[in-house]
Structures are given as C-alpha cells and as structure tokens.
C-alpha cells in the first residue's frame, strides 16, 4: 500500500513536471501570442492572483487555519481549498470582491479540513493528466494553453476564453479522466 501510495506520489510529480514544461512552459514564453487576453489582463490577472495570495499568507488565521488557492483569469477570480469556518470563508471571499479589477468571484471554498498529502497529490496527477488531454483535442486552432485548469477534490475546474465548439470538446475529454468526479465549466465564450 505504501509502495502503491510513494509510486502515485513520484508519477504525479514527474507528469506534472512534464505538463508543466508541455503547458506551462509554452505559455509562459508566448503568453501573449496565444493566449486570446491581451497583454494588459494577462498581468492584471498575475497581479490580482498575487495580491490575493499575498492577502491570506499574511492572515495569520487563514495561513493556519485555512488551505485556499487563488486563480485569477479574465478578471474572474476562482477560491477552492477549505476554510475552517464560515468567518474565515467569508473574509477571503469579500477580500476578493474588493480588490481593484475583479470582475467577478467563483467561491468554491468548503469549510472543513484542508485535504492531506494523498489528496493533493492525486489532485495534481488529475490536472497533469487532464493538461495532456488537452493536447488531444482536434478542434480547428484549438490551443491547450487558452484552457486554466484547477483541480481540488477531485473536482476540475476549467477557465478560459473558448469557442462553443472548444468547451464541448474540452467537457468531453475531461469527464471521463479516469479519478475525476466533477467538472465545472467557468469559460467565457467568444
């Protein structure tokens, strides 16, 4: 079982690494070519992502207390992770709202426990795979790097700037990954 548990671990980490490289490393170096935000909200969003992190790791109460992760696209903001208690859940959520640019907030943050390494790892392994899913898509100048995908719980998330046509073909990949239990759609349509 431990073996099972330390393999799952290593092979999550390698493919995440390899779709960060694939995905991530594209994007990074031609963020601005590919992606369908302009240059402007490209940094806007790195920002309202940053200030937003910066806002919990600096509560003392939230970054003991709380596991919440910040992804910002298009000026939506997206909280998943695990909150405490209600106070805290709420804190962050108007701290969100707040903040210069936002546009428009996705809570998703459950009060409870913050999930254990097994969880995240297996939740890391899940975006790793969908990422490479993503690289299978046929649809006509589909881009797997317009596609944000935030994995928690076993729950996908998925944000961006698609067609129709891209966020159905997107669905159907994702939704038979093997360990995915739901898949929220958050795009934006063009």
């Known amino acids: 079982m431990k073996r099972n548990l330390l393999l799952s671990i290593v092979l999550a980490l390698l493919l995440q690494g390899c779709g960060a490289m694939l995905i991530g490393g594209a994007a990074t170096g031609a963020a601005v070519i590919h992606d369908r935000r ?3 909200t490209v940094l ?6 940053f200030k937003l992190s910066s ?3 600096n509560n003392r109460e939230l970054s003991e207390n709380a596991s919440i992760s910040v992804t910002s ?3 939506a903001v997206l909280l998943v992770g695990y909150a405490e208690n209600e106070s805290q859940r709420e804190r962050v959520v108007d701290s969100a709202r707040n903040t210069p640019m936002v546009k428009r907030v996705i809570d998703q ?4 426990t913050p999930n254990d390494l097994a969880q995240v790892t297996r939740d890391s ?4 795979k969908v990422k490479l899913e993503l690289l299978k898509i046929g649809v006509p100048s589909f881009d797997p790097t317009r596609v944000k995908v935030v994995t928690e719980s076993n ?5 961006g700037l698609v067609t129709e046509e891209e966020a159905i073909a997107v669905v159907e990949r994702v939704r038979y990954i093997d360990g995915v239990e739901r898949v929220v759609k958050i795009f934006e349509y063009i």
Do not use: E, F, R, W
């Open 155 to 159: 729950v996908v998330y998925l944000m």
């Open 55 to 57: 806002t919990i790791a």
């Open 109 to 112: 943050i459950q009060i409870g």
């Open 73 to 75: 696209y298009n000026y």
């Open 44 to 49: 806007d969003d790195k920002n309202i992502q």
């Open 38 to 40: 302009s240059a402007g």
């Open 125 to 128: 392994y899940i975006t790793s």
